[in-house]
């Protein structure tokens, strides 16, 4: 099916784990994203990438790996997890960069 | 700072008002967009607005956005239960070139 899958949609995981969210796009699109998504917070920018091997840092990078070896598939590991880093996890997609992106259905991570 | 500053915050009305939510910034920006993000699922891109003054509507919702591309509107008529959600604008930062969202206007509209 086209567009932006993300997996597991739900996931608990213990403190310390490392645990890796997956983000696969159908449309080629140059950009990719992760946010995070919390209570008063808003949406937060994690990683992006520009291109296949191409990744930089957003507004909230610490404890967080990406990578991006083919342009569909963005993964987002966290390789110790913690407890503030429980959130809902969003990827998103785009052509340009520019905005109006295209967003998965998110990854509820609980940590305990 | 909020770049991107949204009113109301929360907004509960019955069903077959009109409503207005408010995208307001003090930066001039190139393009804007407005997402609506349902409960339990990812934002969607309702539209993009680009020139000043510009207005777009899609079925019950109107889009505005300001003359001097600071700020912008999105008005719905006749809400129903399913316009519930958080709406989101968003737009590139001109100083720092980073896509920024705003603070979001949560919607529940009573049956």
């Known amino acids: 099916d086209a567009g932006i899958t993300q997996s597991p949609r739900y996931k608990i995981t213990e403190t310390g784990r490392q645990v890796t969210l997956m983000c696969h796009q159908t449309w080629s699109h140059s950009y990719m994203f992760w946010y995070r998504q919390d209570l008063g917070h808003g949406l937060r920018l994690i990683y992006y990438?520009?291109?296949?091997?191409?990744?930089d840092k957003g507004e909230v990078p610490d404890g967080y790996v990406v990578s991006r070896s083919k342009t569909e598939n963005f993964p987002l590991t966290l390789e110790s997890a913690t407890r503030s880093q429980t959130s809902v996890y969003f990827c998103a997609s785009s052509e340009s960069g520019q905005g109006g992106y295209t967003f998965g259905s998110g990854t509820r991570l609980t940590v305990v | 700072t909020q770049l991107l500053e949204q009113s109301p915050q929360f907004l509960s009305i019955q069903e077959g008002e009109n409503l207005t939510v408010y995208c307001n910034s003090s930066s001039v920006f190139s393009s804007l967009q407005w997402y609506r993000q349902e409960p339990g699922e990812g934002p969607v891109l309702l539209v993009t607005?680009?020139?000043?003054?510009e207005v777009k509507k899609l079925k019950r919702l109107t889009f505005q956005f300001g003359d001097a591309r600071k700020d912008s509107s999105l008005h719905i008529t006749a809400a129903q239960p399913g316009d519930t959600g958080l709406y989101l604008c968003?737009?590139?930062?001109?100083?720092?070139?980073?896509?920024?969202f705003g603070t979001g206007t949560r919607l529940k509209v009573l049956a």
């Open positions: 968003a737009a590139m930062d001109p100083g720092t070139y980073k896509y920024i």
């Open positions: 990438s520009a291109a296949a091997d191409i990744t």
């Open positions: 607005v680009v020139t000043g003054g």
